[in-house]
C-alpha cells in the first residue's frame, strides 16, 4: 500500500513538473507549479523530512506560488496596456531577440547538466553507516535544543543558517534598487473596504502568528524553526498588503530598515562576541546555547517575515 | 467492527464529495457553478474526511487539531471562492456596460 502511494507520487511529481514547463499559458504554469510543489512537500514527508516538507509547502510552493501569480496580474496588466504597443512591432526585431536567447540556453543546459551529475555524484556515494548522523547525535546534549536538524542549522553549521539570511536580504537589496512602492490603481472599491475580505483577514492574522510562534518555540524539540515561522508571519504582511492595507510601507524607514537587518546583525553580533571572549565565531556556550538560539531564531523570523512582506511591497516595474 | 465500518463509510462519502467536485469543476458551463461545485468537494469531502481520520487515530487532541484544520479550510475556500466569484461579476458588469 505504502509503495503504490510512493510510486504514485514519484510519477505525479515528474508528471506535474513536466506540465509545469510545457504549460502553454503563464497562468495555467502558476498553477500548476502550485500543485507541483504540494506533490514535493508530500513526497519529503513520506521521506520523513517534515521540516523540509514544511518550507517546501510555504516557502517554495507557497510563499513563491503566490508571488508568481502575483506578478502575473501586474504582467498581464501592463501586458493589456500595451498590447497595441506589441503588435505594432516590426517581425524582424523578433527574429534578433531569438538568436540572442540561444546563448543563455546554453549555459542553462550546461548548468543543469552540471546539477545532474553532482547529485548522481551525492546520490551514488551516500556514505557507509550514515556519515555524520551518529556524531550529531552524539552532542545533542551540548547543542541546546533537542531536534537534531534544528542543532545541525543552528549550532553545528550555524554559519550556512547566518549567510542564508544574508542571501535573502541581498536578493531584498536587489528588488529594493530596482524597484519601487507597489501602488494599486484600479478602479473600484479597495479591497479593505470589501467586509468579507476584511473580516476574514481579521480572523487568519491571530492563528498565523500564533502559529508561527508555535513553530518557532517547537523548532527546539521537532520540525519548525525561524524560516517556517517566518513564513507564517511573512504572510501576515502579505495577507495585509494584498488586502489593501500597505502597513509595511508606513512603518518609518528606519525602523523598517532594523526589521530588515536585525537577524543577520544579531547572529553577527553574537558572533563576534563569541570571538572575543576566545571561542570561534559561531561556538555558544553550553550552558546558553538554548536560550541563544530562540534569540536568533526569533529575531532571524522577523527579519526574514519582514523580507518576505518587503519582497511583496517592493517589487514593481 | 462498528467504528471500522463507520471510518471506511466516512471516507467513501468523503472521496464521493470530492469526486464529484472534481468533475463538476471539469464539466460545469460557468464559472460560478465550477465554484459551487468546488465548495462541495472542499467543505463536504474535507469534512468527511477529516471525520474519518480523526475517527480514525482516536485521539482527543489530534481530533481537535484535524477539526481545526477544516474549520481553517472552511474559511479560506469560503473567502477565495467569494473574490473568485466576485471579481468575475465585476468583470461581467464592465463588460456589459461596455457593449451597451
Excluded at chain 1, 502550485?34 to 523530512?49: K, Y
Aim: aromatic share 12%.
Amino acid at each position: 500500500m505504502d509503495i503504490l502511494i510512493d510510486i504514485l507520487l514519484a510519477l505525479l511529481s515528474v508528471y506535474l513538473a513536466f506540465r509545469c514547463m510545457l504549460a502553454p499559458k503563464l497562468s495555467k504554469a502558476v498553477f500548476v507549479f502550485f500543485a507541483f510543489g504540494l506533490t514535493l512537500a508530500l513526497a519529503w514527508i513520506r521521506l520523513g523530512a517534515v521540516d523540509v516538507a514544511i518550507a517546501e509547502a510555504a516557502i517554495a510552493s507557497g510563499f513563491m506560488g503566490v508571488l508568481l501569480l502575483d506578478s502575473l496580474r501586474d504582467f498581464s496588466l501592463t501586458f493589456s496596456k500595451n498590447h497595441n504597443v506589441i503588435e505594432v512591432k516590426p517581425n524582424n526585431s523578433v527574429e534578433v531577440k531569438n538568436r540572442s536567447e540561444l546563448f543563455p540556453k546554453i549555459g542553462l543546459g550546461i548548468g543543469l547538466l552540471l546539477f545532474l551529475l553532482i547529485s548522481l555524484e551525492a546520490v551514488w556515494n551516500i556514505p557507509e553507516g550514515g556519515g555524520l548522523t551518529a556524531l550529531a547525535g552524539s552532542k545533542i546534549s551540548e547543542s541546546g535544543v533537542e531536534h537534531p536538524v534544528t542543532a545541525v542549522l543552528l549550532n553545528y553549521r550555524a554559519y550556512d543558517t547566518w549567510l542564508e539570511i544574508g542571501v535573502i536580504l541581498m536578493g531584498l537589496l536587489a528588488i529594493f534598487a530596482a524597484g519601487g512602492i507597489k501602488q494599486y490603481r484600479k478602479a473600484g472599491i479597495t479591497p479593505s473596504q470589501d467586509p468579507i475580505l476584511r473580516q476574514a483577514i481579521l480572523i487568519f492574522i491571530p492563528v498565523l502568528f500564533l502559529f508561527g510562534a508555535f513553530l518557532l518555540y517547537f523548532g527546539k524539540m521537532g520540525p519548525g524553526g525561524a524560516f517556517q515561522a517566518a513564513v507564517m508571519w511573512g504572510a501576515i504582511g502579505i495577507l495585509l498588503h494584498l488586502g489593501g492595507w500597505p502597513v509595511f510601507t508606513e512603518i518609518p524607514r528606519r525602523l523598517r530598515l532594523l526589521m530588515l537587518t536585525a537577524g543577520l546583525g544579531f547572529f553577527l553580533f553574537l558572533g563576534l562576541i563569541f570571538m572575543t571572549t576566545g571561542g570561534a565565531l559561531f561556538e555558544y556556550p553550553p550552558a546558553y546555547a538554548g536560550l541563544l538560539i530562540l534569540m536568533i531564531e526569533t529575531f532571524g523570523a522577523v527579519s526574514i517575515a519582514a523580507a518576505l512582506t518587503a519582497i511583496f511591497a517592493f517589487l514593481t516595474k | 467492527m462498528i467504528k471500522e465500518l463507520l471510518i471506511v463509510l466516512l471516507l467513501l462519502a468523503g472521496c464521493f464529495f470530492f469526486l464529484a467536485g472534481t468533475l463538476g469543476l471539469l464539466r460545469f458551463p460557468d464559472l460560478f457553478s465550477r465554484l459551487h461545485a468546488l465548495t462541495n468537494a472542499d467543505n463536504l469531502g474535507l469534512g468527511f474526511i477529516a471525520a474519518g481520520m480523526a475517527l480514525y487515530i482516536a485521539s482527543p487532541w489530534t481530533s481537535v487539531k484535524i477539526f481545526l484544520i477544516w474549520i481553517l479550510t472552511l474559511l479560506s475556500s469560503a473567502t477565495s471562492s467569494y473574490l473568485i466569484a466576485r471579481f468575475q461579476r465585476g468583470q461581467d458588469k464592465s463588460k456589459n456596460r461596455r457593449e451597451e
